[in-house]
């Protein structure tokens, strides 16, 4: 028995805005179903992510329709989960993965949170933000419990882990339960295989570039999916690498030999097939940026999608000329080291998870976390609590006007 995982394809992503890198995403998701065919995979788990947004355009559905009535033609089902980008965090509401269960999409969810796939039981969940890390961590601990009882397992799920995500993770390492053999994630778009409790963690990592900081991964581990083979004591991991549609070129060149540099890479990128993204580095700079900005676009603009320059002033640090999107600045440290005063935990991650909802203008999510929130924490029951038949306003504590500044500030 072997399957295939796969996960942050991001259908319907418009990289810089351009429509033609929200076509590479579709063309490299179609050769990733192309691949899986030819591997005759048993099924397929798709780790979240599926879609770059929870309400994804008709094009972004139709593409992958088509790749999941490919794989049922041959015979191959799909199981998914929601990851962060194709939920919507409200109560009641339901990701986009959800509309081609009658063609045979099996979603795992809250409500269905496993299956049996012959002799292997996969379970899973959707994603949950950091501040509802105590339901996760539950239902984690009863998914662990019905995988005791079956020889072989797989946990699907789309989660930042600690140990590779990062300062804003939404799960430590310890958390996981150990007796899974396989670890399905997404989340995570590098690759990332490692062992865990009885098996693998494996993130077999984004299908596309979907951010420039993914380069130098892409240039060790390639783009693709996994084939997980359960035939023996433990799973088998192989890597299957898809070529990305497009070519990102970073390329560093001297002020004093530019002309030269511009044209060796004229030469390079003349015969693409597609044009490709150059990700420029000009060193030495000695006269006005734009005019040197001016002349790699007259030679170079015409052979290129996009153009992104660095110009390294002569004697002065870098100016950044189209600032990189992974490289910019957001608040979560700031807020952290405010709401750290209160020195409780499930407070920071709340307070991180309302920055960016607020910041997306998603008012109503907004309001749902909070409410799960305090349910969760804060709960009392209805029999002790007796309401006065007036509504009254009270004014807010300090310690809730201080949070309100907080997060005023962080949002402005």
Do not use: C
Not at 160 to 179: A, R, S, T, V
Request: no cysteine; hydrophobic share 35%.
């Amino acid at each position: 028995m072997k399957f295939a995982h796969l996960a942050d394809t991001h259908l319907g992503y418009r990289q810089f805005g351009l429509v033609e890198r929200e076509k590479d995403f579709y063309e490299v998701f179609e050769k990733v179903i192309d691949k899986i065919i030819e591997e005759k995979v048993d099924f397929v788990i798709h780790s979240g992510d599926l879609f770059e947004t929870a309400r994804p355009s008709p094009i972004a559905l139709l593409n992958f329709q088509k790749g999941l009535l490919k794989l049922k033609g041959a015979g191959i089902p799909m199981y998914a989960i929601a990851g962060n980008h194709d939920i919507v965090m409200r109560n009641d509401s339901i990701p986009p993965q959800v509309i081609f269960k009658k063609l045979g999409l099996k979603v795992i969810s809250p409500i269905n949170t496993t299956y049996m796939h012959g002799d292997i039981f996969i379970a899973g969940l959707p994603f949950y933000p950091s501040s509802q890390v105590k339901n996760l961590k539950s239902k984690l601990a009863d998914l662990s419990k019905k995988a005791a009882n079956h020889e072989k397992s797989v946990l699907v799920l789309h989660q930042g882990i600690d140990k590779y995500f990062g300062p804003n993770f939404e799960l430590e390492i310890g958390d996981l339960p150990d007796n899974f053999n396989y670890y399905a994630m997404g989340h995570i778009h590098n690759y990332i295989n490692d062992n865990f409790g009885n098996g693998k963690l494996v993130y077999p990592g984004s299908s596309e570039i979907w951010k420039t900081n993914e380069l130098k991964d892409y240039k060790e581990n390639g783009k693709g999916f996994v084939i997980v083979d359960f035939d023996g004591p433990k799973p088998l991991v192989k890597r299957v690498k898809v070529d990305i549609s497009r070519t990102f070129i970073e390329r560093s060149l001297d002020y004093s030999k530019l002309e030269s540099g511009i044209a060796g890479l004229k030469e390079t990128i003349i015969g693409f097939d597609k044009k490709p993204i150059l990700d420029l580095k000009i060193n030495n700079v000695e006269s006005d940026t734009k005019m040197v900005y001016e002349l790699i676009k007259e030679e170079l603009g015409d052979l290129s999608l996009m153009i992104r320059p660095t110009f390294n002033m002569a004697g002065e640090e870098d100016l950044d000329v189209i600032i990189n999107q992974s490289e910019s600045l957001g608040p979560d440290d700031l807020l952290k080291e405010q709401l750290g005063n209160y020195g409780d935990e499930s407070v920071i991650r709340l307070g991180l998870d309302l920055y960016h909802f607020l910041s997306k203008d998603k008012i109503e999510e907004s309001e749902d976390i909070l409410k799960q929130f305090f349910d969760e924490n804060y709960h009392i029951a209805d029999e002790d609590v007796e309401l006065e038949e007036e509504e009254i306003e009270e004014e807010p504590s300090e310690g809730e006007k201080e949070i309100q500044v907080t997060f005023k500030e962080a949002l402005e």
